[in-house]
């Protein structure tokens, strides 16, 4: 059984910092691409970042570039998603997705998904 968990979520001031996790199991980590993607309420779900298997490009959306860092260890099969200067519109569900296909998974197409974790920017 493939799972995903993500973890690291929670409420943080505006131009706080925070750090996801995705784990997962049940498939060969190294092999698949992994892609953040995020859902506010009454929004379509969006792409945040993504990563190739050997880490050897990301990608970012513009909304975020500069301020959202990702990276893997494929030792720990664990995705990161560094959240850096977070403002109000980075409040979100945060999901992360694998598939062997990097295209596929930037696209929305990943084959496997997490539950997600909340992240809320306040004041």
């Known amino acids: 059984q493939v799972l995903l968990a993500e973890s690291g979520g929670g409420l943080v001031q505006p131009g706080g910092s925070l750090t996801l996790s995705c784990v997962v199991s049940g498939l060969t980590f190294s092999s698949y691409a992994i892609a953040w993607f995020r859902q506010a309420p009454g929004l379509e779900r969006e792409f945040v970042a993504a990563?190739?298997?050997?880490?050897?490009?990301?990608d970012y959306a513009a909304s975020v570039k500069g301020r959202f860092a990702c990276s893997r260890d494929n030792a720990k099969n664990t995705v990161y998603l560094t959240m850096n200067t977070l403002k109000p519109e980075d409040t979100a569900v945060y999901y992360c997705?694998?598939?062997?296909?990097?295209?596929?998974?930037?696209?929305?197409?990943?084959?496997?998904w997490g539950q997600g974790t909340q992240v809320t920017v306040s004041s």
């Open positions: 997705s694998a598939d062997i296909s990097a295209t596929l998974v930037v696209r929305g197409e990943g084959d496997y």
């Open positions: 990563i190739s298997r050997s880490s050897d490009w990301t």
